[in-house]
């Protein structure tokens, strides 16, 4: 009897750590592209990740998670007037590429404001 209680204890330990490890497993993810501009590259391109970081917390609020967590990605750039610039072009971006351990920004020189930055990152959560 001893012993057919220690198996099925061993049996619901391993059905817990199986279960838990599919929580784990089942975490989404999805894409965030924020736009910002700015006086000088570098503050567009602090504020392109801060506006990352909004975004990633409204899509944590919005799915219900309760934890999100980021990682750069690099993105299509994404100008703000299509009708004045629809597309940014690879010879329009100005290097380096601004990464950090949660977003990747690529930037340009604007027609309407002085530079604008992309970021990109992959938000995931459970």
């Known amino acids: ?11 619901l330990g391993f059905a817990v750590l199986f279960l838990g490890g599919l ?4 975490a989404a993810c999805q894409l965030i592209k924020a736009t910002n501009s700015a006086e000088s590259k ?11 970081i909004d975004t990633a917390n409204q899509v944590k609020r ?13 993105v299509t750039p994404d100008p703000f007037w299509k009708a004045v610039r ?11 590429d601004v990464v950090t ?8 020189k604007g ?6 930055c992309t970021a990109g990152a992959v938000a995931c959560g459970n």
């Open 1 to 11: 009897m001893l012993r057919v209680f220690k198996a099925g204890l061993a049996v």
């Open 23 to 26: 929580q784990t497993a089942s």
């Open 42 to 52: 570098a503050s567009a391109a602090r504020a392109a990740y801060a506006n990352a």
């Open 62 to 74: 919005q799915r219900g998670w309760s934890y999100v967590t980021l990682r750069p990605r690099k």
């Open 86 to 96: 629809p597309v940014v072009t690879s010879d329009m971006l100005l290097k380096p």
């Open 101 to 108: 351990s949660k977003t990747y920004a690529q930037c340009w």
């Open 111 to 116: 027609v309407v404001v002085p530079y604008v």
